[in-house]
Nanobody, 123 residues
Framework: QVQLLESGGGLVQAGGSLRLSCAAS????????MGWFRQAPGKEREFVAADAWSGAYTHYADSVKGRFTISRDNAKNTLYLQMNSLKPEDTAVYYCASKPGGQSTSLRAYDYWGQGTQVTVSS
């Protein structure tokens, strides 16, 4: 089994920054892709960013492009999300997820999920 452990959420002022981390444990492979999703109050879970675990390609939702950066460290089995220029609209519970094979923007494609971490951006 793959277990994902998240950290880094918190409360920040608009325009501030946070760095989320997601550490994977258990038996994993270099061809696993990773992604970040978020769920705001009253909204469905939505795609934020994806990263190919065995490659360098990244993909972002239009709403976060230019502000968020997804990265990974395969040696540490850790996924990161650097969040800059945060807006109140970014307030949500953020989840990391993992899947075999190529990256995907669909939450249905992911097999493993973290517990979620709260990000709150105040005006």
């Amino acid at each position: 089994q793959v277990q994902l452990l998240e950290s880094g959420g918190g409360l920040v002022q608009a325009g501030g920054s946070l760095r989320l981390s997601c550490a994977a444990s258990g038996r994993t492979f270099s061809n696993y892709a990773m992604g970040w999703f978020r769920q705001a109050p009253g909204k469905e879970r939505e795609f934020v960013a994806a990263d190919a675990w065995s490659g360098a390609y990244t993909h972002y939702a239009d709403s976060v492009k230019g502000r968020f950066t997804i990265s990974r460290d395969n040696a540490k089995n850790t996924l990161y999300l650097q969040m800059n220029s945060l807006k109140p609209e970014d307030t949500a519970v953020y989840y990391c997820a993992s899947k075999p094979g190529g990256q995907s923007t669909s939450l249905r494609a992911y097999d493993y999920w973290g517990q979620g971490t709260q990000v709150t951006v105040s005006s």
